[in-house]
């Protein structure tokens, strides 16, 4: 334990509006913290910068998932467990479940939240890839009111994110649309369970006829942030898959790929693993 | 008439496993003295150099703190094991990052963050080595600026902690042999194999309380000290020197440890004594308690290996002869290294024949933290080698793996190449038959086969045959003259008094299960004492899988020698009862007060070993076992994933089918994290992934079923011819792995651990060079939890 | 300081404590249960494991101030009066436990599983426990107290 707990406020406003109003007052000065996965273990190494603290796990306003009927809305405070118990979820968006139940173990996921995992916005975060595939929409709240953004737009840089020193993000909106969609997932760690992504591709595609009528991709850990390989889909769109086709998404892939060597992994094998994968979903289209 | 239903061979409920599924077993950070202080270490951010200077930073108030140096230390400035290289604290040289350099105390635990923050030393930096070739290069060279370990008079030279020459016969006729050997040879077969570091990673960290007593004019008059720890008695022996003390007042205690895998054999002589010292300063009790993050970059791990092989082999697969150069790299300091590397030599030949054989070992000095014992002790790493390539060997002659083996075992009556002769039964052809049938190897070598080209999924089969030898090498246990002691406790039940530990291996079941076999009485009725060494003897340290053999045998015979004490002067009936024994017993200690019997180690046969020509019995005993490992490679993610596990090994007695199955099983996960999943990332001899998030182990959900078959031979050296089984399932997965990834890919891999990464890199290599494989990491980018360095 | 205020193992319990103190450290230092471990300080190991409002997490990675208000169940509430219960009596019969460090969390990460499965598949078993590192058993003799336990009818 790397921390002198005693140098840490912690505060733990009632209500949402408590926690913005107390944001506003003195913006920049307080970091949000919701179920501690990330803070807590930058605290345990001796790495958590931030010294105010505000607690927002308790906020109900943020914990809920919401079903309409073009749009399923997930509070932020929503825990990762939450997710896989969701029915509506499970049915229509699978990716998401899926991405869910291998971020961290059964513990941590009683305690992850969406909204951190989006915010702390690393590159090898395990909910962005399907979020960014399914097309997803951000709302964020301050004091002075809600905007939303589409969810491509919210990762700007390593670790930088589209929310103001006032904001907090309130809410991931995902759209009721995938019907007929073939959906696939895969997520290359260092383990079965328990592990950092090196490589993660979430795609889904609306296949009419054999041409390919919609796809989007989502990627972990080949840029600096969760990226849509946009240069794939537009390569794979309005194409009948075959060969060819496959041997061009991975060419775009590539190009777009910027992935890194780090501690974990190199750079190398994790842009041929992200082709593979992607040849991967290519394949199962096929059948 | 008492019931002599065996006890040995059942599996009674381990004896402190109660306390452990309550959460009441204590642990050294459970618990507490008075007036206790807590104490940190300050550690060398260099690899190698001088101190120029250390300063205190004055944002901490000094007055509050106790600060111990080098110069505090009243006796040596050394940790003793082999030689006295190793400082207990800097002085002025350093020789490995995380190097301790002073201690500090304080009554706040969270107060030493601050002040170890604040201490400020200024190094002059010089030139390390950090891998086996660096330091060999510096010697070869003559490179002064990097002999960065001057030699010793317990057979050291420049940047070599030891060397060993080992001979199948005298060295001329040796030589000869295998001069006409590789002339006739048919195949002449090299290879190259290499191991990577290991971290033992224990779940808990290492961690001891001392105490310190001086008298009026302030000098020290005894020191206790308890905590994490496999070996009191080293411990014991490690405070002698540093305190100038004799033994009996230096008191060592074991607490409940939480896993050891010899990662608490020989550290706690150092974090003991740095205890100590600061008691001894402050004057309070002293805790010093590492985080994960300090234990895994600050202590002990396995010896990275390099062993190569030249063998002469005939067309029909017979070994003719073979070279073997072993080498290991120690770390900064010799600490175990020497035995590690006897060890080592000793099983490079593994379960075969040699007609001659030369193995040229050495242990080499790099600049990282000092290399240590770790289950396997030097010969998992040497038995990958010749595992490995045995498999090249087939390969070349164009037999199977499995026909290349059976025309080389040993068997009974066989001398292994050390010149031992092999009385105890040895059936390798039987083991390798039935570990085949067992894990269903032919009808998987044939169906993968078929399924492999059709499938991105390649599987394969591969085995490995092995043996482990139980007890110190040669003489060892003659030196150690372990003593044993059972007393009689108030209420007449027999109490077993060795400094062998519990770790979780069940040493304290086991024991107990001998004494109350061998005594008739209820297992439940036989206690053992915590190892406190002002209570227990020197039984000798608890390592080299000598706790059941030898430990074992000795409780059988000093509780056959209570009984004959009871039986003469108690008029203990022959075949008594329980309740017999404890009212003979009691009237015993009414007449006498105490009732303790003793006895020493004694062979049970003559064990001839020379340490000069590294010849004769090595080990008095041997566990023989066959290994087969089931792997998937996926070929689209470039993991290997082992399917299922089989383990069959002969291990004369199993004292207790639950515990053995346990070891073994606990063994074989240990050595698949080994092989596919642990790497230790060094940069200038600094471990960069210290933490649990970076340092890959396998978890539930990454083992596979693990099958785990014994066979008995019994064997005269232990109760009811138990031999020792705690390390040999380290010796065999690896090199069973990386078989059957062969079998699987038809790519033969050759150093561990074998990461996706390196797989990918050879594939790809194939139509353009190397790139992207695990020597690849950029270690100084952490990823998670840790500042990212941008991309 | 902050006063935070919570139930232990059906014990109501106050404290004066730094609110980003661990609730691992408030429940070992301040409460003195030392039943829970530290393995590694980041949510890893699970050897920190105890029941919130009765949901599974590292307790190494709550802060204190977020417990207020909680239902807490650490090792020593698993058991009653000394009485083991009935996974704690599995793991000691099927030699889940060796040197024990991790037990506490790993028993506690049952008793989550059980009462999510009563009737777990092997792959569930091993899901739910992948966050409980166990180094010493290679978690066979683990699986088979938790099947026992099950099978045992055990929560």
Known sequence: ?287 | MSDRTPILGTSPLRKEGRAKVLGAAQYIDDIELPDMWFGATVRSAIARGTIRSISFGSEVDWSKFTVVTAGDIPGENTIVHLTKDHPCLAHQRVNHPEEPILLIAHPEKSALLAAARAVHIEYDELPGVFTIEESETAVENDDATRIIWEGSEQGGTANCFKKYLMYSGTAAETEDGLAAAFEGADFIVEGEYHTGAQEQLYIENNGVIAECNKDALGNVTDVCVRGSMQCPYYLVHALTLVFNLPSDKCRVIQTETGGAFGGKEDFPSVIGSHAALLAMKCGHPVKITYDRAEDMAATTKRHPSRTRHRTAVSRDGKLLGGTIDFAIDGGAYATLSPVVLSRGTIHAQGPYKWPHLRVRAKAMATNLPPHGAFRGFGAPQSLFGIERHMEKIAKVVGLSPEEVRRRNFLSTGDTTATGQLLSDPVDMQHLLTRALYEAGYHDKIARFAEENRHSTIKRGVGFATFMHGAGFTGSGERRLNSLVQIDVLPDGRPRILVSSTEFGQGTNTILCQVGAQTLGLPYEDVMIAQPDTSLVPDSGPTVASRTAMIIGKLVERVSVQLLETLRCRAGLPANHTAEEFKVCAKQYLAEHGTLTSSLRYEPATKIYWDDELFHGDAYPAYAWAVYVAEVAVDMNTYMATVTRFDALQEVGKVMHPVLAKGQVEGGVAQAIGYALYEKCMWKEGRMMNNQMTNYIMPTSADLPPIHVRFEETPSIHGPSGAKGIGELPMDGPAPAILNAIENATGVAFNTIPLLPEDIFERFTSFTEPGHGGSEEFDVTRQGEFLPEVLA | MSNVTFTVNGNRQTVDVPPMKRLLDVLREDLHLTGTKEGCGEGECGACAVLFNGELVNSCLVPALQANGARLCTIEGVSTEGRLHPIQQCFLEKGGAQCGICTPGMILATHHLLEKYPNPTLEQIQEGLAGNLCRCTGYMRIFEAVQEAAAGGAR
Not at chain 1, 82 to 106: C, F, H, K, N
Not at chain 1, 195 to 219: F, N, Q
């Open chain 1, 1 to 287: 334990m790397r921390s002198d707990a005693a140098l840490f406020e912690l505060e733990a406003p009632a209500t949402l509006d408590a926690v913005l109003a107390q944001i506003a007052a003195e913006p920049g000065k307080y970091t949000a913290i919701a179920g501690g996965t990330e803070l807590m273990v930058a605290l345990g190494t001796g790495r958590l910068v931030q010294r105010s603290l505000l607690s927002i796990q308790h906020l109900d306003e943020l914990r809920f998932i919401r079903v309409e009927d073009d749009a399923i809305h997930i509070g932020a405070g929503t825990t990762f467990t939450d997710i896989r118990r969701d029915a509506a979820i499970a049915e229509d968006l699978p990716l998401l479940i899926q991405s869910a139940s291998w971020t961290g173990s059964v513990a941590n996921q009683n305690r992850g939240t969406l909204g951190g995992n989006i915010c702390n916005a690393s590159p090898a975060a395990d909910t962005p890839p399907a979020l960014l595939a399914y097309g997803a929409t951000v709302t964020l709240i301050s004091a002075i009111g809600k905007r939303s953004l589409p969810y491509s737009d919210f990762h700007l840089g390593y670790k930088r994110t589209a929310l103001r020193p006032d904001e907090l993000l309130h809410s991931i909106s995902v759209p009721r649309e995938f019907d007929g969609y073939r959906q696939y997932i895969r997520k290359v760690g260092t383990r079965n369970a328990q592990a950092i992504s090196k490589v993660a591709l979430a795609g889904i595609a609306l296949i009419e006829g054999e041409v390919i009528a919609d796809i989007r991709i989502g990627a972990a850990s080949l840029a600096d942030r969760p990226i849509r390989c946009g240069a794939a889909e537009a390569t794979l769109l309005g194409r009948r898959i075959n060969e060819a086709t496959i041997r061009a998404g991975r060419a775009a892939l590539a190009s777009e790929a910027k992935p890194i060597d780090d501690i974990r992994s190199t750079a190398m094998y994790r842009a041929a693993v992200a082709e593979n994968l992607l040849e991967e979903f290519l394949r199962s289209l096929m059948s």
